[in-house]
């Protein structure tokens, strides 16, 4: 928010995560915090590299987690869209009795930038 950034200014950005319905996933909660780390590209500000998502208190769950993001756009940045390369780190496990692993998942944060 906003849709598009302009040159020099500051958005937020929101992301969801949702466990995969189709492999009947949920969160593994006992092993360990879900984070996110954002690698914004030279000149480009975030409030902070590293956001911690929380887990829920039970065990195992399937809420979605969100997390929220600062950018800031460098003035002399050129219309048009930008990536910034962003990856989760989450415990998930597969059905009520299937594998748990720990994942690394990569995350783009496309944004228009006006002019």
Request: net charge positive; aromatic share 6%.
């Amino acid at each position: 928010m906003p849709p598009i950034i302009e040159p020099g200014r500051t958005a937020r950005v929101h992301l969801v995560f949702r466990p995969n319905d189709d492999k009947k996933a949920h969160w593994n909660n006992e092993a360990g915090e879900s984070i996110l780390w954002i690698n914004p590209p030279p000149g480009w500000k975030v409030d902070s590299r590293l956001k911690k998502l929380p887990n829920d208190p039970k065990a195992v769950s399937r809420e979605p987690r969100t997390a929220e993001v600062e950018v800031q756009c460098p003035k002399s940045t050129n219309p048009g869209t930008i990536k910034i390369p962003a990856y989760a780190l989450y415990y998930v496990c597969e059905d009520a009795d299937g594998k748990c692993l720990y994942r690394r998942q990569g995350v783009s944060i496309s944004l228009k930038v006006g002019g």
